[in-house]
């Protein structure tokens, strides 16, 4: 899914979320975790795909407040 390109701080002020990493990250799009590129947007729902997290090429993922920022930097959305 594509939309238009835009910033993780504006996406974080439009969804009331909390941002963590990179604020001018750019998203270009929606994908799954595994499948997420660089300007990518992905959301970790379910316990069971948290090691993806860790692997993600993904710009940015939602995440809720308790899952603990892996190693790879990834910015984050809480």
């Known amino acids: 899914m594509h939309f ?3 910033q993780v ?3 974080a002020a439009h969804l009331g979320a909390r941002v963590e990493g990179d604020p001018a ?3 270009r799009g929606v ?3 595994e499948e ?9 729902a379910n ?10 090429q993904a710009g940015a993922v939602l995440v809720d407040e308790q899952q603990p ?9 809480r």
């Open 36 to 44: 997420a590129g660089r300007y990518d947007l992905s959301f970790l």
């Open 4 to 6: 238009k390109h835009i």
């Open 69 to 77: 920022r892996p190693e790879n930097g990834v910015t984050l959305l």
């Open 47 to 56: 316990p069971r795909y948290t090691p993806l997290l860790g692997k993600t």
């Open 25 to 27: 990250q750019e998203i």
């Open 31 to 33: 994908a799954g975790l």
């Open 9 to 11: 701080e504006e996406l």
